[in-house]
């Protein structure tokens, strides 16, 4: 913490630390939609942003992938570390950057492709050579997103024809299949009905195992039930960030009490 | 051993959005030089003098016989057109028959001009015995911008809002009485704005009136009634371009020029007028 | 009472009319259809179908007149395939330009642009290409005259561009915008983006913007008319392509003008003409199919 050079205090979770923001603030024109976020993000590790919409969680989340620059007026000040490195210079190479930080949406937009085109769309971009291979990566993200099975007979089969649910963990494989480190989320089940959110959530906790997860979600049960850290959002500042039993049960800040008690948002 | 460098995506998308610039480039510039060059060749040769004169080459024949020519194909298309769009916004309800409309819409604005040329000659000039002249050629013109007015009149009865309608429905307003006097004069700016644009697309058309009305004479060029050939700017270039060679060719140039200037000038009329009913417009 | 039931009749008449004239575009391309079909039969009275669309000669004047098709429709298919080989990827390309790469102040520019330059007449088109352009040509490629097929493709391409332009604009614009973030955010680069997702993803509505091109540049007249030369003989090769050739269109309007009404010259004048309809009533009716297609997906 004596490191950082910002005078908030940010609270600092043990073990390797994947992604680093410094003194992060996001304008839309004028607009000022993050105000000095400074957050560290561990290693392997579900971290969950609540709270209310228009808070600017999922705009934080697009500050990681700079998916930001698609928006013509959007700046960005301060900085984003990914495993010490800014992604921020002026010579990222930000293709390469969103093949290490995958996104999954709101909603799920398969290709109008094939199921298996869907998959390999991600290493044929980046230059995957040999037929096998590229089989055996399609298999490997599919099983990873836990959707092999009810789709391995139909690879062919446009992707348009799954259902809602299947349509998400194909856009998780989807990711998977690049060979990402982090996993960005937003809002992931949102579209979704309970048994297919119940599917992605556990698919979450195994993922977790091999990659650095960060979910944005406005339903606070699923960020208690899947993450270890949570940060709780408003009018675009980090109110509190900590460890998600801490910020559940004993939460340090008033306004995130009322959160999680649900007195507003 | 040499490592040939991989062309990177990087790469490979600087030399692709190079590529489509030089197509977005060679889509405009060529035609657009080519316009350029056309007035800077027509200048010399365009006077008063030239636009008002019946000699030969002089333009006011077929700048009468145009004017003619594209006001009396409003006048027949108009009501034919706007009574089809206030069919298809107000009255059809979505089924084969409108699908069906939809479709012969699509075609009408797709049959070749040439096409309609003869249509026009078989029905008009011939069955019709009107001959060749004015009114055949307006009849036919009308025709081939039907689609058009169609279109755009439909477009701007659907524009106005629902909440007018149901305003006026409340009042114990019949449909018609609703659309005599609600929808037909919000939606006016958009019909007037349709109908310019089919009037300058009828002004640039050649090949629906060389068989139908067009001609060119040296003797008697202005029509005394709706049963004489007519001169039209558009065939006057034709024939001084392809027959007639004793034409100056600065006067070839200008009389391309003001056909253009005058189908331009048309468009933006129509754009502007958009624009002025629209502020004028509040909902 | 006497006013309002007066009123009422009035209405009841307006209404129907308005019925009627909704269908008025049905009625019109049956009308055409059956005109054109009328005064083209009577062809057959002088010559036999094999002769009209596999006869090598067209000399409707000689003794006895040869009315083969052959030579004009294949002049139709040089010229026009000339012009989609120019027109189809420079347009796409243009399109493809204008909604997914230019700057905004720049979009601002290309698209009324290229909506000027559909409304340029085709005659104009033929004038500078007769005057300009061939001259230019015929002097650079060595050439003996400057009317020939090539020629007639390129002033069509430069027709039929802004078309294909916009058709394939509004359905390049109407692919989701979510498809695009998704693939950005698998790290592909905009131009990957939009070559392997965003294009494919237009395809109907691309296909019915070449369709609508297609459908433009047979039908043109004026412009082939006045540059292509007008000789009736069949073009041979590549190397057809820098020789006149005479189009369907054009020789519809070329000689309609000179011959005796119900003579058989006449007749097949309009057999042509139906000729002309039917192709665009296939093209455009695929094309409206295609249409309707992406507007399903884009939904």
Not at chain 1, 184 to 211: G, H, N, V
Not at chain 3, 23 to 39: E, P, S
Not at chain 3, 151 to 171: N, Q, R, Y
Not at chain 3, 248 to 275: C, D, K, N, R
């Amino acid at each position: 913490m004596s490191e950082s050079n910002t005078d908030r205090p940010i609270e600092q979770p043990e073990g390797e630390i994947k992604i680093e923001t410094r003194g992060l603030n996001l304008f839309y024109d004028a607009f000022r939609a993050l105000t000095d976020i400074n957050v560290a993000i561990p290693a392997r590790q579900i971290t969950a942003l609540i709270g209310p919409s228009g808070c600017g969680k999922s705009s934080f989340l697009r500050c990681l992938n700079r998916m930001n620059d698609l928006i013509d007026d959007a700046r960005v000040e301060g900085d984003v570390l990914l495993d010490g490195g800014s992604i921020y210079e002026d010579d990222t190479d930000v293709a390469q950057l969103r093949k290490r930080v995958g996104m999954v949406f709101q909603t799920p937009n398969p290709f109008p492709m094939s199921i298996y085109d869907n998959v390999a769309y991600g290493p044929r971009l980046h230059g995957f050579g040999g037929r096998d291979s590229l089989g055996e990566v399609v298999e490997k993200s599919l099983r990873g997103a836990a959707l092999w099975d009810e789709v391995k007979d139909n690879l062919r089969k446009s992707a348009l024809d799954l259902s809602g649910g299947q349509q998400q963990r194909l856009s998780i494989a989807r990711v998977l299949a690049v060979g990402p480190d982090v996993l960005l989320m937003d809002e992931p089940c949102s579209a979704l009905d309970p048994t297919a959110t119940f599917r992605i959530e556990e698919l979450m906790l195994e993922l977790m195992e091999r990659y650095t997860i960060v979910i944005v979600t406005h339903n606070m049960y699923q960020a208690s039930r899947v993450s270890q850290h949570t940060g709780f959002f408003l009018l675009g500042e980090l109110i509190e960030y900590g460890s998600t039993v801490g910020i559940f049960e004993n939460p340090k800040d008033q306004r995130t009490d009322d959160y999680v008690r649900g007195r507003f948002g | 051993m040499r490592v040939l460098p991989r062309v990177t995506p990087r790469i490979s998308q600087a030399i692709a959005f190079a590529l489509l610039w030089m197509a977005a480039l060679m889509v405009i510039l060529p035609v657009t030089a080519l316009l350029v060059v056309m007035f800077v060749k027509g200048r010399g040769s365009l006077s008063w003098s030239l636009v008002t004169s019946t000699e030969a080459g002089g333009l006011l024949a077929p700048i009468v016989g145009t004017t003619a020519l594209v006001t009396l194909t409003a006048v027949i298309v108009a009501p034919v057109g706007v009574a089809a769009a206030i069919y298809l916004s107000e009255y059809a309800r979505a089924g084969r028959l409108v699908r069906l409309i939809r479709l012969a819409i699509v075609n009408l604005a797709g049959v070749p001009s040439v096409v309609y040329g003869l249509f026009g000659l078989a029905l008009f000039v011939m069955l019709l015995h009107f001959g060749r002249c004015l009114l055949a050629g307006a009849c036919t013109m009308a025709l081939l911008v039907l689609p058009l007015v169609i279109t755009a009149a439909e477009e701007a009865l659907r524009q106005v809002p629902r909440r007018l309608r149901e305003a006026s429905f409340a009042l114990g307003a019949t449909r018609w009485q609703t659309v005599r006097r609600v929808v037909l004069p919000n939606a006016l700016p958009g019909i007037i704005t349709g109908l310019i644009l089919s009037v300058g697309r009828a002004a640039g058309e050649t090949a629906p009136i060389l068989f139908t009305a067009a001609f060119y004479s040296l003797t008697d060029p202005f029509p005394k009634s709706l049963f004489d050939p007519i001169e039209v700017l558009s065939y006057r270039l034709f024939v001084i371009a392809t027959e007639v060679p004793r034409i100056e060719e600065g006067e070839k140039w200008a009389t391309a020029a003001v056909l253009v200037a005058l189908v331009l000038g048309l468009n933006a009329l129509a754009v502007i007028a958009r624009a002025r009913l629209r502020r004028a417009r509040r909902w | 009472m006497v006013k309002q039931r007066a009123q009422r009749g009035w209405e009841w008449l307006i209404e129907r009319a308005i019925q009627v004239a909704g269908a008025v575009a049905i009625i019109f391309v049956l009308m055409i259809f059956v005109f054109l079909l009328r005064d083209a039969l009577p062809v057959f009275k002088a010559t036999t179908a094999r002769e009209l669309l596999a006869g090598k000669d067209w000399l409707p004047t000689a003794e006895p007149p040869r009315f083969g098709f052959l030579p004009l429709v294949l002049g139709s298919l040089y010229v026009t395939i000339g012009a989609l080989a120019l027109a189809m990827p420079l347009g796409l390309a243009c399109a493809a330009f204008i909604s997914e790469v230019a700057p905004r102040w720049m979009k601002e520019v290309l698209k009324p642009g290229v909506e000027v330059l559909a409304t340029v007449p085709s005659v104009v088109f033929g004038f500078l290409g007769l005057l300009l352009v061939g001259p230019w040509l015929a002097d650079v490629l060595n050439l003996p005259v400057g009317l020939f097929a090539a020629l007639g493709s390129l002033m069509l391409a430069f027709m039929a561009m802004p078309t294909i332009v916009s058709v394939s604009e509004d359905a390049i614009r109407s692919v989701p915008a979510a498809l695009r973030e998704n693939s950005l955010a698998l790290g592909a680069t905009q131009w990957q983006t939009i070559w392997r997702v965003v294009l494919p993803a237009a395809r109907s509505g691309i296909i019915a913007g070449v369709l609508l091109g297609v459908g433009r540049a047979i039908g043109e007249t004026m412009t082939v008319l006045m540059v292509t030369g007008n000789a009736a003989v069949i073009p041979e090769g590549l190397k057809g392509l820098l020789r006149p050739v005479r189009t369907l269109t054009a020789t519809i309007a070329g000689e309609m003008g000179e011959t005796v009404v119900g003579s058989p010259h006449y007749h097949a004048l309009f057999a042509m003409g139906l000729i002309l309809f039917l192709i665009a009533f296939l093209t455009n009716t695929i094309a409206d199919a295609a249409i309707r297609r992406s507007g399903r997906l884009g939904r």
